[in-house]
């Protein structure tokens, strides 16, 4: 059955053989002027020289990945007590409590962004695309996938290639468009061997 075009950005899946499960999530700060949406599957960045996030994008090749961004508190702009939200809805009254999976050994489940890409791939480095930034119906859930188009084996790209999605339905038909993949972090924060200024 062919796939139905899905995205839903990137989705805790698993671990990696040999690492120790790590269900925590760490805690990273987003500014309270920052103006752009984040949502739940959203790959994040640490802004440079600066101890807030920010969504990454597809320009930031070569630029390490926080991790996989799992919601955030923040109070409001018009006062009163935190609030919980699976995504940051921009410029709020603080600066807001992010929550990202940052496990170097983390898996997750995507969505190729329209060819499928190939078995040929697995073990190859892969690119992203933003999509259309995400939406707030559902779960504010991101819009991210991986881009066929940037499959690569020099070490720039921030994911890595590991296996199919091993399911059954919708993403699972490895020969048609929008195919769903499972990915390890390649470039990640605690895995390069430079600092993140």
Do not use: E
């Not at 630029?63 to 609030?83: E, L």
């Not at 399911?167 to 769903?180: K, P, Q, R, V």
């Amino acid at each position: 059955m062919a796939n139905t075009q899905a995205q839903f950005g990137f989705q805790h899946f698993g671990y990696l053989p040999g690492g120790a499960p790590d269900y925590q999530l760490s805690k990273y700060a987003i500014q309270s002027s920052y103006a752009t949406r984040i949502y739940f599957g959203d790959p994040v960045i640490k802004s440079a020289l600066s101890p807030y996030i920010r969504p990454a994008t597809a320009s930031t090749g070569g630029t390490a990945i926080a991790g996989i961004f799992q919601g955030c508190t923040y109070v409001p702009s018009g006062g009163g007590a935190p609030v919980w939200s699976p995504w940051w809805p921009a410029s709020q009254g603080g600066d807001a409590t992010a929550y990202v999976i940052d496990a170097p050994n983390a898996l997750f489940k995507v969505a190729a962004l329209l060819t499928a890409v190939q078995a040929t791939a697995m073990g190859s480095n892969i690119g992203f695309s933003t999509g259309a930034g995400g939406t707030t119906v559902g779960g504010g859930f991101s819009t991210y996938t991986v881009d066929q188009a940037a499959i690569l084996s020099t070490a720039i790209a921030q994911f890595r290639l590991v296996s199919f999605y091993p399911g059954i339905g919708n993403g699972s038909d490895t020969t048609t468009s929008y195919n769903w993949v499972i990915v390890a972090f390649n470039q990640q924060a605690y895995q390069v061997g430079t600092g993140v200024a």
